[in-house]
């Protein structure tokens, strides 16, 4: 017989904005229905959010450090060498995973979120349990199945690559990489680390965040991938992201008062410091341009000169609600900055720094509420015509379809009962 009340490890790393609060959100989610739920982390700069949002947790150990997430975030961004190492000795993933199982151990849970913990991907299979994983369309194998990864622009380091190779010759050649041993350099101590627990190697990403079952906190209207397409095991919940729940500072309110285009940019917690500075550099510089930011971990507000009545920055905003406020939104594609903007109906001017950005945001293209500038081609001139572009009207009316569409949707409640119903029916003795 199948119990009535489950219970949930939660799992996810902690120096990234959108991966934590895509977990949070859920756990959050899961313990209203009536589970059990318990927060573990291998160290993070959110972690003080599980405990204000009343779930029970437990740090374990070693740790990530935070220089150790910005090696990390480079060889994510393509801004290091392909095959560059994870910064993670053999050693330290083991302690790692062994930490989670003594945790799995005490806790014994139902399930397991394992979100992008990587230690997980070890710790998990070892112990035999079901796990669930949450990641961006593009990790699906069928949106690299399908040819629509782009090359990420931070791989097209030439002129060659930037305007010659046409789009669908880049895609093959990602497709290629992707399905193949892409990571397998980078993984290295991540491999030796699973042999030592007698598991087998991973050489791919898309591999490396598959769960059981993963859900991708997305839409087909804004992936552009089908749901009946979809690798099987794959689940679209809708979009997950946070609403923070914080005041809006009054400086904002003075700010988005004034005459003029309200603008909120946000590079997320994985955009370039440098783009960023340029980007609001470039803002400042025109009068009626209204303009708050929000800096998040990359960079302290301060770096960006001193607030005046046009212009606010700070580290960390509710962004669905200043989206609400902006007429448009200068943002770096994150899958939660994104759908916060849909939320809000709000046009979207991208400059993706990650595959996956890019992705996020041409669908935005698609459904003709965003323009997307390319790393490569980032300067004032592109920004100031971007923005000026995206101002027109035809834009705002097409993202008012698509908000409409996003908040017909819970994607944390979708989450919750695929999860729940994944264990049940397992206990069952029913596959999924």
């Known amino acids: 017989m199948a119990p009535s009340k489950l219970k949930w490890a939660f799992f996810s790393y902690g120096h990234n904005l959108g991966d934590f609060t895509r977990a949070l959100e859920t756990a959050k989610g899961m313990k209203q229905s009536g589970m059990e739920v318990k927060f573990f982390n291998h160290g993070g700069i959110h972690n003080h959010m ?7 947790e437990q740090n374990l150990y070693p740790e990530l450090t935070w220089d150790q997430h910005q090696i990390i975030m480079d060889i994510n961004r393509y ?22 199982l003594k945790a799995l151990e005490d806790y014994k849970p139902d399930g397991v979120y394992a979100g992008l913990n990587l230690s997980c991907m070890i710790s998990v299979p070892y112990a035999k349990l079901p796990m669930v994983t949450q990641v961006p369309t593009v990790n699906c194998p069928a949106f690299i199945h399908k ?35 892409s990571a397998k350099s980078s993984l290295t101590t991540f491999n030796e680390a699973r042999k030592h627990f007698g598991l087998k190697p991973i050489y791919n990403i898309t591999d490396l965040v598959r769960g059981d079952i993963t859900l991708l906190p997305d839409l087909p209207i804004l992936s552009g991938l089908k749901e009946k ?32 285009l309200n603008i909120f940019c946000s590079l997320g917690s994985s955009g370039f ?66 759908q916060t903007a849909a939320w809000a109906g709000t046009p ?5 720094f990650q595959a996956e950005q890019q992705a996020n945001i041409d669908g935005l293209v698609r459904a003709g509420m965003g323009i997307r500038i390319p790393v490569y081609s980032v300067s004032s001139k592109r920004i100031l015509k971007a923005v000026n572009e995206i101002s027109k009207g035809k834009y705002s009316e097409n993202a008012l ?19 729940n119903d994944f264990i049940l029916n397992k206990s069952d003795g029913v596959t999924t």
């Open 273 to 338: 410091p440098e783009t960023l500075k340029l980007i609001i550099k470039t803002l400042k510089q025109v009068k009626h341009f209204n303009i708050v930011c929000s800096t998040t971990s990359i960079l302290d507000p301060e770096e960006l000169g001193p607030n005046t009545e046009n212009f606010y920055a700070c580290k960390f905003l509710p962004a669905h609600l200043v989206n609400e406020m902006a007429d448009i939104a200068v943002t770096h594609g994150g899958q939660g900055t994104i």
């Open 348 to 352: 979207v001017v991208g400059i993706g």
């Open 229 to 260: 397409d979809l690798t099987k095991g794959y689940y679209y919940s809708a979009p997950i992201f946070s609403m923070m729940d914080m005041p809006i500072p009054n400086e904002i309110k003075k700010v988005f008062s004034r005459p003029g």
């Open 401 to 419: 379809k698509i908000k409409n569409k996003v908040r017909s949707t819970d994607g944390v409640k979708k989450s919750v009962e695929i999860m």
């Open 50 to 56: 599980i405990s204000e949002a009343g779930i029970d």
């Open 79 to 100: 801004k290091v060498k392909v095959g560059t190492p994870l910064p993670v000795s053999a050693e330290q993933w083991i302690k790692m995973a062994e930490a989670d």
């Open 147 to 181: 040819e629509m990864y782009n090359m990420p622009n931070t791989m097209e380091r030439n002129f060659f690559m930037q305007k010659v190779v046409p789009g669908f010759v880049k895609r093959k050649i990602m497709k290629k990489v992707l399905l193949g041993d």
